[in-house]
T-cell receptor, first 112, second 113 residues
Framework: DTGVSQDPRHKITKRGQNVTFRCDPI?????LYWYRQTLGQGPEFLTY????????KSRLLSDRFSAERPKGSFSTLEIQRTEQGDSAMYLC??????????FGPGTRLTVL | QKEVEQDPGPLSVPEGAIVSLNCTYS??????FMWYRQYSRKGPELLMY????GNKEDGRFTAQVDKSSKYISLFIRDSQPSDSATYLC?????????????FGTGTRLKVLA
């Protein structure tokens, strides 16, 4: 399978703990995006990388959130001191020179 | 007012019906218009990708964009129970200097056998 992969698929954590998610984009896709989706809503943009450079961050991305793409391949999204409001599906997407974004299966986070 | 408006449904239709799904938007900078299908607890799957105004057909799916009215549509012909899912419209505009997508809330579709 050469699509976007995300790990883990599910994460349950207690409030105040840190969590980290990983995204592996489609091979040779230079653009990588993170979105967050809550129940009954469409995905909301969080941040965007072109190669290893983080070029845009949403105001939704508070100081507790950090994303990296150190070698321009996989990316990680870390949430520090999780809150119940962070419970959501975290989606990763990638694209190449065109604008079509292909999404991974998502990581479902539950904060107790 | 949200940048992209989409009726959340649910929309129930009998098998074989033609389904019409719609979104309206307010940002005239949008140039790219996408439709995604999302099954429960799965990631969105790209169905249609169009640039600017006009129609695009792919199998049973037809996407229409009317930039003058800021209105886009997805038509599904000969709908099947397997089409039951949430359909998300998404838009982006390179003219606004970003590649991020703005999504509608999604419309839940149920195709009854």
């Amino acid at each position: 399978d050469t699509g976007v992969s995300q790990d883990p698929r599910h994460k349950i954590t207690k409030r105040g703990q840190n969590v980290t998610f990983r995204c592996d984009p489609i091979s040779e896709h230079n653009r990588l995006y993170w979105y967050r989706q809550t129940l009954g809503q469409g995905p909301e943009f969080l941040t965007y990388f072109q190669n290893e450079a983080q070029l845009e961050k949403s105001r939704l991305l508070s100081d507790r959130f950090s994303a990296e793409r150190p070698k321009g391949s996989f990316s990680t999204l870390e949430i520090q001191r999780t809150e119940q409001g962070d419970s959501a599906m975290y989606l990763c997407a990638s694209s190449s020179g065109g604008n079509e974004q292909f999404f991974g299966p998502g990581t479902r986070l539950t904060v107790l | 007012q949200k940048e992209v408006e989409q009726d959340p449904g649910p929309l129930s239709v009998p098998e074989g019906a033609i389904v019409s799904l719609n979104c309206t938007y307010s940002n005239s900078a949008f140039q790219y218009f996408m439709w995604y299908r999302q099954y429960s607890r799965k990631g969105p799957e790209l169905l249609m990708y169009t640039y600017s105004s006009g129609n695009k057909e792919d199998g049973r799916f037809t996407a229409q964009v009317d930039k003058s009215s800021k209105y886009i549509s997805l038509f599904i012909r000969d709908s099947q129970p397997s089409d039951s899912a949430t359909y998300l419209c998404a838009m982006s505009g390179r003219a606004s200097g970003t590649y991020k997508y703005i999504f509608g809330t999604g419309t839940r579709l149920k195709v009854l056998a």
